[in-house]
C-alpha cells in the first residue's frame, strides 16, 4: 500500500453535470476525511467518516454533495448538478486515530466548465 | 472566521539561512497542530506536529514551537534548502474527538534562494 489514492486527478465537467470521486484510503486507518481547496485558501473540511459511519458533515457541504464510504474501505464523494463555484482541488486524507498526522491523497481537480 | 491565521502569503530566504514561519490561532479548543508542506499539483505532505502539552518538537532540520498563551506556534528550518522551496501550511485539530477534521491556514509560500 503506498498511501492514499485518488480518481480521477482531473475532471472537466459542464455545468449542471453529475461527478464523482473516488478515494482509496491507507487500509488500516479507520478515519477518513474529504476537504475541498480553491485558489489561495487552505483545505476546508467537509465530512468525516469512522468506519462506514458519516459522523461529521461541514455547512459547506449542500445539498448536493453526497459522500459514501460503503464497508468502511474507499469513499467516493458526489456533486449533482455541478455549478462553476464547485471548481476547485477536492482532497481526502486518513488517519488512524485522532490526533495523528492526516495523509493526504493528491487530490482530484475539478473545473466546471 | 478565520480561526488559524498565517498573515505572510510568501516568504524568501537564502539558502543555508533559517527559515521561520509563523502561525496564530483564536480557538482555544485547539490541542494539536501540524504544519504541512505542499507542492503545486500535489496533496499536502506531513511534516511536523505538536500537543498542546508541549512547547517544543524537533525532527532534524525542522523545530516547531508552541506559545499557547500567546496562540502562537512557528515552525523553524534549519538550514533552508532548495527543496524546501513549497507552499506551507498550519492546522489545527481540536478536541472534538476528530470529528470536526483540521483547520488550515491559507499557507506560506517559502521561496529559498541560492
Known amino acids: 500500500d503506498t498511501g492514499v489514492s485518488q480518481n480521477p486527478r482531473h475532471k472537466i465537467t459542464k455545468r449542471g453535470q453529475n461527478v464523482t470521486f473516488r478515494c482509496d484510503p491507507i487500509?488500516?486507518?479507520?478515519?477518513l476525511y474529504w476537504y475541498r481547496q480553491t485558489l489561495g485558501q487552505g483545505p476546508e473540511f467537509l465530512t468525516y467518516?469512522?468506519?462506514?459511519?458519516?459522523?461529521?458533515k461541514s455547512r459547506l457541504l449542500s445539498d448536493r454533495f453526497s459522500a459514501e464510504r460503503p464497508k468502511g474501505s474507499f469513499s467516493t464523494l458526489e456533486i449533482q448538478r455541478t455549478e462553476q463555484g464547485d471548481s476547485a482541488m477536492y482532497l481526502c486524507?486518513?488517519?488512524?486515530?485522532?490526533?495523528?498526522?492526516?495523509?493526504f491523497g493528491q487530490g482530484t481537480r475539478l473545473t466546471v466548465v | 472566521d478565520q480561526q488559524v491565521k498565517q498573515n505572510s502569503p510568501s516568504l524568501s530566504v537564502q539558502e543555508g539561512r533559517i527559515s521561520i514561519l509563523n502561525c496564530d490561532y483564536t480557538?482555544?479548543?485547539?490541542?494539536?497542530f501540524l504544519w504541512y508542506k505542499k507542492y503545486p499539483a500535489e496533496g499536502p505532505t506531513f511534516l511536523i506536529s505538536?500537543?498542546?502539552?508541549?512547547d517544543k518538537n524537533e525532527d532534524g532540520r525542522f523545530t516547531v514551537f508552541l506559545n499557547k498563551s500567546a496562540k502562537h506556534l512557528s515552525l523553524h528550518i534549519v538550514p533552508s534548502q532548495p527543496g524546501d522551496s513549497a507552499v506551507y501550511f498550519c492546522?489545527?485539530?481540536?478536541?472534538?474527538?476528530?470529528?470536526?477534521?483540521?483547520?488550515f491556514g491559507k499557507g506560506t509560500h517559502l521561496i529559498i534562494q541560492p
Open positions: 505538536i500537543s498542546s502539552i508541549k
Open positions: 487500509s488500516e486507518h479507520n478515519r
Open positions: 492546522a489545527a485539530a481540536g478536541s472534538g474527538g476528530g470529528a470536526d477534521g483540521l483547520t
Open positions: 467518516f469512522q468506519n462506514e459511519a458519516q459522523l461529521e
Open positions: 486524507a486518513s488517519t488512524p486515530y485522532r490526533n495523528t498526522e492526516a495523509f
Open positions: 480557538n482555544s479548543m485547539f490541542d494539536y
